[in-house]
């Protein structure tokens, strides 16, 4: 069996022929006219320098653009067409810069592929805890309700109430992933008006008043604002905004706290509203994850506070939907503080100008 000569071989075989033809073709061209001037033989030594040159550079950028190219059509690190307008010359540095950028490429999104696998089997793990609570409970009464507790008027009203909570609950839970679906694919549509948000918020703790009172927490502004704050946004929206962050503030505060509200000027046509309270706080390694669906930093799996998990996760849509920023900032065992930012109306950046 015959053994192949190495591609290098043949390229380097090939290239000493055509030198080797062209010295011969100039040194016959030399011999015939006897050119034996010194000027002359100079003459010749530099068009044999000069087709070697040529004929070695042709050689080698036809070797490496060849193979190089495969190396691109391989990894699809580049389009063919990028090749057709410009030679590949024999500097290897671009190829390398390019391998590398490539490889490093490929590693960040592994990397980045390994991080959405453990987000998605936690996603996938906590929405199947949060459906099959429910789901057991609402199952749990009815069968009993079918096994004979029907007949008992008491029972049959209690277990019903309580089949009808469970199900509310896996309504609010699958309508809150309908709205983060839609906020995350832009399908849903924002009604923007200008509203003052002083009076929105003073709506909010009216609505959440009994629900404080129950942990005796206190919902108040930073201070008296006698004028309104004119801002240009969905209200609808932003009072849900404002519902969530009230609503966990409540949930995680400590019995007799303060949940307070700040509305400050920005720049000329911002606003930034602050929603702080004096809780439990966040600890600095669940920070990054708070705006997760169904992420809690509680992992005990306690739900006696209710709550579909995707609160904060519908506020950072919201916001940023408005195109607009969210920040928290938090203390273990002192306290958070949620802001976010609002664009002025143009009556009322007008008058700061």
């Known amino acids: 069996m015959k053994t192949k000569l190495k591609k290098s071989y043949r390229f380097a075989l090939r290239s000493s022929g055509m030198v080797t033809l062209c010295a011969t073709i100039a040194l016959c061209v030399f011999f015939y006219f006897e050119l034996n001037s010194p000027l002359y033989i100079f003459i010749f030594i530099g068009a044999i320098f000069a087709f070697s040159f040529f004929i070695i550079q042709y050689r080698v950028e036809n070797f490496i653009y060849k193979r190089v190219k495969k190396i691109y059509d391989d990894v699809s690190l580049l389009e063919s067409t990028s090749f057709q307008d410009q030679p590949v010359t024999t500097d290897m540095r671009t190829l390398t810069e390019e391998i590398e950028k490539f490889a490093n490429n490929k590693k960040l ?3 980045t592929l ?16 949060e459906l099959k609570t429910p789901l057991f409970t609402v199952q749990g009464y009815i069968l009993t309700l079918l096994d004979g507790a029907m007949n008992d008027k008491t029972i049959r009203k209690k277990y019903l109430s309580r089949a009808s909570k469970g199900v509310e609950r896996l309504i609010y839970i699958v309508r809150d992933l309908d709205m983060i679906t839609k906020l995350e694919t832009g399908d849903l549509h924002l009604d923007y008006e200008d509203f003052d948000i002083i009076e929105l918020v003073q709506g909010v703790f009216d609505l959440m008043e009994m629900k404080a009172n129950k942990k005796k927490i206190t919902l108040t502004f930073d201070q008296d604002y006698k004028e309104p704050t004119l801002v240009h946004a969905d209200r609808e929206r932003i009072q849900q905004v404002l519902t969530n962050l009230i609503v966990n503030s409540i949930k995680y505060g400590k019995e007799g706290g303060t949940t307070e509200i700040s509305i400050e000027n920005l720049i000329k046509n911002k606003v930034i509203v602050r929603v702080t ?3 439990e706080g966040i600890e600095k390694q669940n920070i990054p994850r708070l705006f997760e669906r169904f992420y809690r930093v509680d992992k005990s799996g306690s739900r006696k506070e209710g709550g579909s998990g995707l609160g ?3 506020v950072k849509h919201i916001i940023e939907a408005h195109k607009e ?4 900032e938090s203390v273990f065992g002192v306290g958070s503080e949620f802001s976010f930012t609002l664009e002025k109306t ?8």
């Open 109 to 111: 999104e592994i990397e």
């Open 312 to 314: 904060l996760s519908i």
């Open 325 to 328: 920023k969210i920040y928290v």
């Open 114 to 129: 390994k991080v959405r696998e453990v987000y998605r089997k936690e996603f996938l793990g906590n929405v199947s805890h």
């Open 277 to 279: 309270d004096n809780g």
């Open 346 to 353: 143009q009556k009322a950046a007008k008058v700061e100008i």
